[in-house]
């Protein structure tokens, strides 16, 4: 498809586990922004990039949690020794630019046991 | 800090209705400013947006003004139909090619 596609769209891991949630954006977009939603919460941002490399990474909560985006393209984050607390809808962006035109996925659900 | 906030939801209306969702934003400098809307199901998209004082942003019967003097940027609606009923975000940006910082959403509910 032509929008921005998030796999898995639902994972549900044990605490302690490690996971991964993969991000493909619009074909020709630079940046990819990953955004972390709790229920009744607006978006909270976690990292963005620009090309390959993290322009911000200011959100990221702890060193648990990292982001790559290899090519440009795809992104994976990834979370280390999962918590209950990380239990959210982790959304990914991606963005030509046109400052602040975000195009959103439909999130990756993440529960953890 | 730079940050955003809406009022609180859910807010039921009937369809038809006039509909005002507040929006006000404490920044460093002049941001841009944006609604984004979240239908049932469905992935955030950009709804409008405004990027300078006074500037008007305006789409699908959806208006919002940039305000500088009161730090606002409330989105109105003339009359909602069934199909508005979605959750909405405010959003600033406050650098070119920065992060765009959400508030809370306001849950909106149309009714026949």
């Known amino acids: 498809g032509a929008g921005v596609s998030q796999t898995p769209s639902n994972k549900v891991t044990e605490k302690g586990k490690y996971v991964e949630l993969r991000c493909d954006p619009i074909?020709?977009?630079?940046?990819l922004y990953w955004y972390r939603q709790s229920l009744g919460q607006g978006p909270e941002f976690l990292i963005y990039?620009?090309?390959?490399?993290?322009?911000?990474d200011s959100g990221l909560p702890n060193d648990r949690f990292f982001a790559v985006r290899p090519e440009g393209s795809v992104s994976t984050l990834k979370i280390q020794r999962t918590e209950r607390g990380d239990s959210a809808v982790y959304l990914c962006a991606s963005s030509a630019d046109r400052v602040g035109e975000l195009f959103f996925g439909e999130g990756s659900r993440l529960t953890v046991l | 800090g730079n940050s955003v906030t809406q009022m609180e939801g859910p807010v039921t209306l009937s369809e038809e209705a006039f509909l005002t969702i507040n929006c006000t934003y404490t920044?460093?400098?002049?941001?841009?400013l944006f609604w984004y809307v979240q239908y049932p199901g469905e992935g955030l998209q950009l709804l409008l947006k405004a990027t300078k004082a006074d500037d008007k942003g305006s789409n699908k019967g959806f208006e919002a003004t940039y305000r500088k003097e009161t730090t606002s940027f409330h989105l109105e609606k003339g009359s909602v139909q069934v199909s508005d009923s979605a959750v909405y975000f405010c959003a600033l940006i406050y650098n070119q090619g920065g992060k765009l910082i959400f508030g809370q959403g306001t849950e909106l509910s149309v009714k026949p």
């Open positions: 990039f620009q090309g390959t490399g993290a322009a911000d």
């Open positions: 074909s020709g977009h630079t940046a």
């Open positions: 920044a460093t400098g002049y941001p841009s």
